[in-house]
């Protein structure tokens, strides 16, 4: 089966809601290829290597989360960029990038992906922070230590998270927003959250959870943002009947 781009688009456009939020980038198409969409790669950024990998799998298009062309940053397409694009270009591979939306959606989202490989019950959005969705709140299963959420991020994450634990108690109440939102540290201690989850830290970071009595868990920007892309293009291949494969590209951070 094949779909047509602006089909694709449409669609999405209206699932994630795209139109109305506010973002540091265009969602939706970004860089034009072929008419007809057969086969999806998603993953979580738009890199050479993802491009190179979508080409290897003769793919009509790639979704992605992080995609291109950001507020501040450089307009001429040179270097790095002219690369990327021009693979695109010449392949005739249809790049498709939703940020925020794919962070807030509530089942698709990042945020809701996250919350479901740790197990966090409750989950609702965290009031006062818009996009609505972008920080979440919920409840750990009674006895979860903050040792024993390190090693469930571990093990669900595969990845070893930075971890900041400052109370004595069991972590009961958790709020966390994907990638890099450690700047919302403050705001969630205030509200008397026992644990944030994030992707990064700043310096500032570990002093804001040591001195509001916060545990804070730092599990990686590309880790905690794998699952929203990939839940949506799982999504887009039994509704459209199009073959869809996530390629995850190793990245530390």
Known sequence: M?????QLISYLDELLDSNNIKDFCPNGLQVEGCSKIKKIVTGVTASEALIDAAI???ADAILVHHGYFWKGESDPITGMKKRRIAKLLKHDINLVAYHLPIDVHFEFGNNIQLAKKLNITNVKP???????GIVM??????GTTANKLAKLIKLNLLREPL????RDEDIRTVAWCTGGGQSYIDVVANAGIDAFITGEASEQTIHSSR???ID???AGHHATERYGVQSLGEHLEEHFNLDVSFIDIHNPV
Not at 2 to 6: A, L
Not at 126 to 132: A, E, S
Not at 137 to 142: D, H
């Open 137 to 142: 709140q919920g409840e750990l299963l009674t």
């Open 56 to 58: 290897e799998n003769k």
């Open 211 to 213: 001195e509001q009595n």
């Open 126 to 132: 965290f009031p006062g922070i818009k996009p609505k």
């Open 216 to 218: 804070f868990f730092a």
């Open 2 to 6: 094949s779909v047509e781009v602006n």
């Open 163 to 166: 971890v900041n634990a400052v």
